[in-house]
T-cell receptor
Framework: GIQVEQSPPDLILQEGANSTLRCNFSDSVNNLQWFHQNPWGQLINLFYIPSGTKQNGRLSATTVATERYSLLYISSSQTTDSGVYFCAVELTSGSRLTFGEGTQLTVNP | DTGVSQDPRHKITKRGQNVTFRCDPISEHNRLYWYRQTLGQGPEFLTYFQNEAQLEKSRLLSDRFSAERPKGSFSTLEIQRTEQGDSAMYLC????????????????FGPGTRLTVT
């Protein structure tokens, strides 16, 4: 099956710093989503981004489908950004998502 | 528009007991997905439905697991004869399939049911 690798596995930042999270995938995909999992376990949708670049406030994401990777940028990080960030891909439209192992982000005040 | 809801949020059961979880998708969503997440891992796919039809089941869904979506709205996931290895967060998601490949078919997740088997 498809492999999804995220890096780094852990990231510790001071408030106000910028960061880049990476997601590599082993096959062509139809869909890619980024999620933030809060401390209570809720997965919060950040981006639906099979290709191209999107921005939402301090967050932006870029997917280069031909090179099989996606990047999530977090600027001016805040303590509330702490949590686990997951990348998930879909091979066939509307079917299962395959998740990476996640990046655990800790933002210290 | 309310999001995906799951009930119960927490369940503690003894090994060997049966448990059932419920998921209510976003109202206009016709696809419903179940995932399982263990500590420190990403969610893993279990099964999904389009309306009442179960379209795919993962090999993770052993004979002790059964999922239904009888009227194409809410879904239930039952685990029979629970084992300690079943302890996990069970996540439900939904999306709206329009019948074309174009999409987008963004999945939205519920808050999960955390199962602890003692």
């Amino acid at each position: 099956g498809i492999q999804v690798e995220q890096s780094p596995p852990d990231l510790i930042l001071q408030e106000g710093a910028n960061s880049t999270l990476r997601c590599n995938f082993s096959d062509s995909v139809n869909n890619l989503q980024w999620f933030h999992q809060n401390p209570w376990g809720q997965l919060i949708n950040l981006f639906y981004i099979p290709s191209g670049t999107k921005q939402n406030g301090r967050l932006s994401a870029t997917t280069v489908a031909t090179e099989r990777y996606s990047l999530l940028y977090i600027s001016s990080s805040q303590t509330t950004d702490s949590g686990v960030y997951f990348c998930a891909v879909e091979l066939t439209s509307g079917s299962r998502l395959t998740f990476g192992e996640g990046t655990q982000l800790t933002v210290n005040p | 528009d309310t999001g995906v809801s799951q009930d119960p949020r927490h369940k503690i059961t003894k090994r060997g007991q049966n448990v059932t979880f419920r998921c209510d998708p976003i109202s206009e969503h016709n696809r419903l997905y179940w995932y399982r997440q263990t500590l420190g891992q990403g969610p893993e796919f279990l099964t999904y439905f389009q309306n009442e039809a179960q379209l795919e089941k993962s090999r993770l869904l052993s004979d002790r697991f059964s999922a239904e979506r009888p009227k194409g709205s809410f879904s239930t996931l039952e685990i029979q004869r629970t084992e300690q290895g079943d302890s996990a967060m069970y996540l439900c998601a939904s999306s709206h399939w329009t019948g074309t490949l174009a999409g987008p078919y963004e999945q939205y997740f519920g808050p999960g049911t955390r199962l602890t088997v003692t």
